[in-house]
């Protein structure tokens, strides 16, 4: 039985420098360049976690995250 768990809490060493290292590969890049480039992040760190067990709670997650986001904005417009 797998028990990986997403971890959700914060984790990284140096949050702001990945964060500016993050924006930074972006710099200059048109936005289907930035997307193909985020995509290609996402596998490369899902290929890193290699759980799917894990790789599913964090889908779930993001997709949460982003319906809270966009109700969010629906309310702040209304």
Do not use: C, W
């Amino acid at each position: 039985m797998n028990t990986a768990a997403l971890i959700t809490e914060p984790h990284l060493d140096a949050p702001d420098d990945f964060y500016e290292a993050l924006i930074e590969i972006h710099r200059d890049l048109p936005e289907a360049e930035s997307h193909a480039l985020n995509a290609r992040l996402v596998l490369l760190l899902a290929n890193h976690i290699g759980s799917m067990a894990v790789l599913k709670q964090a889908l779930a997650v993001a997709r949460q995250g982003a319906v809270t986001a966009i109700d969010s904005a629906r309310h702040i417009h209304e």
